[in-house]
C-alpha cells in the first residue's frame, strides 16, 4: 500500500471516529427511545409493546411495524393533559434563568478579561472550582441556605432587614438561584474566551476619537462578544430546560418543569412509552435553538470571508 493511500485510509478514519461515537452513544439510543414512544403500555417485562422477533423474518418484522402508533404523542400533545403546561414552564424558567445568568455572568467574564493577564488562570480555576464538589451536595446546600430557618433568614432577621423569615424555599425564586448558582460557570467560560480575544486597540482608537467608555462598550466591546453570549446562553438554556434535580430540591408544587413530569411518568406510573414519547418531544424542542446558533455561526464565517 502506498504512503499517500495509508495517508488516505488514515485521514478517513480520522473522520469516521466522531461520526461512530455519535452513532453509537446518540443515534442508537435516540432510535430505541424514539421506538418505545411508539408502543404500547403491557403489564409485562419490558413493560410495552410490540416486541420484534427476528426470528419470524420479514412477516414479523411488517406485523412489528403495524402495531406502532402515535397514540402516546397524542395524548402528550392534549391541552388538557399536564404535559403543555410542562413543556411551557420548563421553557419560561429556562429563558429567564438563561436571561439572569447573561446579566451575573457578563460583568464576571467582562472583569476576568480586563483582570492583568498574570492573575487570570487563577480567577478562572476559581470559577471551575464549584465543579469539584458534587452537584447534588452544592444543590441541598442551598435548602440549608434557603430554608425557613437558613442562614439568609438568620442574616437578614439579624441585620434587621426583615421582621420574619422569608418563604424562599419551594419557590420559583430558588429554582432561579439554584440554576443562576449551578451553571454560571457555563456562561462565564465562553464569554471570558469571546472577551479575552478583544483586541484593546479598537477601544483606544474609539476612545481618542472622543467615544465615551459606555458607547465603545455597546458599540464594540458588546458586538464582538456575541458569539461567546450565544455560545453561552445555548449551554445554559439545554440543559436548564430538562433540569430535575434543583427544581424536584428547592422548587415548590406549583413548580412544574417537563424534567420532573417525566420522572413522574417512569417511575411512579411507570409508563415507559409515554415518558419516551415526552423525551422525544424535549429533544425535538432544543433542537430549535441549536439549529439557530448554528445558522448563526455559519453567517459568521461567512461574513469573515
Same mark, same amino acid.
Given at each position: 500500500?502506498?504512503?499517500? $493511500? ?11 471516529l ?33 416486541? /420484534? ?6 412477516? @414479523?418484522?411488517t406485523?412489528?411495524?403495524s402495531?406502532?402508533?402515535? =397514540?402516546n404523542y397524542?395524548?402528550?400533545? !392534549? ?5 403543555? =403546561? ?12 438563561t ?30 472550582l464549584?465543579?469539584?464538589?458534587s452537584?447534588l451536595? $452544592? ?12 442562614? /439568609?433568614n ?9 421582621? =420574619? ?6 419557590? !420559583?425564586?430558588?429554582? %432561579? ?5 449551578s %451553571?454560571?460557570?457555563f &456562561?462565564?467560560?465562553?464569554l471570558?474566551?469571546a ?14 476619537? @472622543? #467615544? ?18 450565544a455560545?453561552?446562553?445555548?449551554? #445554559? ?16 408544587s406549583?413548580?412544574? &418543569? ?13 409508563s ?8 422525544v ?8 435553538p441549536i ?10 464565517? =461567512?461574513?469573515?470571508?
Amino acid at each position: 500500500m502506498s504512503l499517500a $493511500r495509508e495517508k488516505g485510509l488514515g485521514r478517513y478514519l480520522i473522520i469516521a471516529l466522531p461520526y461512530l461515537w455519535l452513532l453509537a452513544l446518540f443515534l442508537a439510543p435516540f432510535i430505541i427511545v424514539f421506538k418505545i414512544s411508539l408502543s404500547q403500555d403491557v403489564l409485562a417485562m419490558p413493560p410495552y409493546a410490540p416486541l /420484534l422477533d427476528l426470528s419470524e423474518g420479514w412477516d @414479523g418484522f411488517t406485523a412489528f411495524l403495524s402495531e406502532l402508533s402515535f =397514540e402516546n404523542y397524542a395524548y402528550v400533545l !392534549d391541552w388538557q393533559n399536564e404535559f403543555i =403546561e410542562a413543556y411551557g414552564s420548563s421553557l419560561l424558567i429556562a429563558s429567564i434563568s438563561t436571561v439572569l445568568l447573561l446579566l451575573v455572568g457578563y460583568p464576571v467574564a467582562y472583569a476576568m478579561a480586563r483582570a492583568p493577564a498574570s492573575i487570570q488562570p487563577m480567577l478562572v480555576m476559581l470559577v471551575i472550582l464549584p465543579f469539584w464538589t458534587s452537584f447534588l451536595i $452544592r444543590v441541598y446546600a442551598w435548602i440549608g441556605i434557603l430554608s425557613r430557618e437558613g442562614l /439568609l433568614n438568620h442574616t437578614l432577621l439579624w441585620l434587621g432587614v426583615i421582621d =420574619e423569615p422569608l418563604e424562599i424555599l419551594n419557590t !420559583d425564586i430558588a429554582v %432561579y438561584i439554584g440554576i443562576v448558582y449551578s %451553571y454560571l460557570p457555563f &456562561m462565564v467560560l465562553p464569554l471570558y474566551a469571546a472577551l479575552e480575544k478583544l483586541d484593546d486597540t479598537l477601544l483606544e482608537a474609539a476612545a481618542d476619537l @472622543g #467615544c465615551p467608555p459606555w458607547k465603545s462598550f455597546w458599540t464594540i466591546t458588546f458586538p464582538l462578544s456575541l458569539p461567546g453570549v450565544a455560545a453561552g446562553a445555548l449551554l #445554559c438554556f439545554i440543559p436548564a430546560v430538562g433540569e430535575f434535580v434543583i427544581p424536584d430540591l428547592l422548587g415548590g408544587s406549583d413548580t412544574i &418543569m417537563i424534567g420532573k413530569v417525566l420522572w413522574t411518568e417512569f417511575t411512579v406510573n411507570r409508563s415507559w412509552t409515554v415518558s419516551a414519547a415526552v423525551a422525544v418531544l424535549l429533544l425535538l424542542v432544543l433542537v430549535v435553538p441549536i439549529v439557530i446558533y448554528q445558522n448563526m455561526q455559519q453567517r459568521q464565517l =461567512e461574513a469573515e470571508q
